[in-house]
């Protein structure tokens, strides 16, 4: 990888949609489809990831201009929703030390909405990104909303 930008970002959520990145973030440049190391996926409301040495996380790594990361942090709420740390992605083989956003301790496991949701879908699809982790996130957040609900 050859990045220009000074810094490799990777997304899970609403970041993997092209169209929304275009607008908030118009120099970033999309090195496609990779894989955060060490962490697993869950929705609580949003995409969120947490440490789980076990598993890794499906997702896009950017390539991201300091201007793109304030309108990131912006976004994320930054840094009292989400807070953002250094990770290992693999991407073809490789690893990397990217930047990656996760949300503070406190919020509860519930579904998404369908809006982002379908935001979400849509930006794996661009990048070929496999889906499932997405659809068994869904399935465990309806559970145990139907559970506590």
């Known amino acids: 990888i050859r990045y220009n ?5 990777f997304a ?3 970041n993997t949609n092209t169209e929304g990145m275009a607008q908030r973030c118009p120099r970033a ?3 496609g489809a990779a894989k955060l190391l ?3 996926f869950r929705f609580s409301g949003p995409a969120d990831v947490q440490v789980d040495r076990s598993c890794e996380v499906d997702g896009v790594l950017w390539d991201i201009t300091e201007d793109c990361l304030q309108s990131l942090d912006n976004l994320e709420g930054y840094p009292f929703y989400y807070d953002r740390k250094w990770a290992q992605v693999e991407q073809d083989g490789k690893i990397y030390e990217a930047m990656v956003y996760y949300m503070l301790p406190g919020n509860k496991n519930h579904p998404p909405s369908s809006s982002y949701f379908a935001c979400v879908l849509e930006g794996y699809e661009e990048h070929g990104v496999s889906t499932r982790q997405l659809f068994n996130a869904l399935e465990h957040s309806n559970k145990v909303l139907h559970f506590f609900g």
Do not use: A, D
């Open 5 to 9: 930008n000074g810094m490799l970002y």
């Open 12 to 14: 899970y959520g609403m």
């Open 29 to 31: 440049v999309s090195f």
């Open 38 to 40: 060490g962490h697993k």
